[in-house]
T-cell receptor
Framework: GEDVEQSLFLSVREGDSSVINCTYTDSSSTYLYWYKQEPGAGLQLLTYIFSNMDMKQDQRLTVLLNKKDKHLSLRIADTQTGDSAIYFCAEKGESSGGYQKVTFGTGTKLQVIP | DAGVTQSPTHLIKTRGQQVTLRCSPK?????VSWYQQALGQGPQFIFQ???????QRGNFPDRFSGHQFPNYSSELNVNALLLGDSALYLCASSHRAEQYFGPGTRLTVT
């Protein structure tokens, strides 16, 4: 079945860049997503990338995709204390019924030190 | 645009009871998915509705059922509640690539 893995924790200093990594197993992935979740809240869609792209930039966020190694990363430039949250990687791939389902990783907790 | 809305925000139920959670999708979205997020875990896919039919289902027992209405809103029903059903239940609506989540319903089973 599909599997998405992330490291559990990342600590960075305010102003530095953060890089959160993710690996996935589903070779039928069409889209890959990054979501942000703050305590007690739902998931906020940050950005997503189509599987035939290798990079996408959106303001402070840069997504890199290595489809061969099934590796996805999210770089946050000039990390701020407001970026402290849990970041989820997710992939949309084809399920056995022919429809597409989204599978999430367990999340990476980003701690930004002032 | 209000985005995805869910009700209620919090709910406390007793083992064996039944619960109904509600979701209104983002304007223009026709597909609704439900997820269960246990504490410290990523969201787990329960099922997805499109055109009022359950299109696919994750590894959840039949105690979990749902419905989608003609206006695309959706309900999640859980029967015979267990302590292990305590979690944050998230609704997501989607159209093509984009999937947006609601704030969730926190269900506590005592």
């Amino acid at each position: 079945g599909e599997d998405v893995e992330q490291s559990l924790f990342l600590s960075v200093r305010e102003g530095d860049s953060s890089v959160i990594n993710c690996t996935y197993t589903d070779s039928s992935s069409t889209y890959l997503y990054w979501y942000k979740q703050e305590p007690g809240a739902g998931l906020q869609l940050l950005t997503y990338i189509f599987s035939n792209m290798d990079m996408k930039q959106d303001q402070r966020l840069t997504v890199l995709l290595n489809k061969k190694d099934k590796h996805l990363s999210l770089r946050i430039a000039d990390t701020q204390t407001g970026d402290s949250a849990i970041y989820f990687c997710a992939e949309k791939g084809e399920s056995s019924g022919g429809y597409q389902k989204v599978t999430f990783g367990t999340g990476t907790k980003l701690q930004v030190i002032p | 645009d209000a985005g995805v809305t869910q009700s209620p925000t919090h709910l406390i139920k007793t083992r064996g009871q039944q619960v109904t959670l509600r979701c209104s999708p983002k304007s223009g979205h026709d597909t609704v998915s439900w997820y269960q997020q246990a504490l410290g875990q990523g969201p787990q896919f329960i099922f997805q509705y499109y055109e009022e039919e359950e299109r696919q289902r994750g590894n959840f027992p039949d105690r979990f059922s749902g419905h989608q209405f003609p206006n695309y809103s959706s309900e999640l029903n859980v029967n015979a509640l267990l302590l292990g059903d305590s979690a944050l239940y998230l609704c997501a609506s989607s159209h093509r690539a984009e999937q947006y989540f609601g704030p969730g319903t926190r269900l506590t089973v005592t």
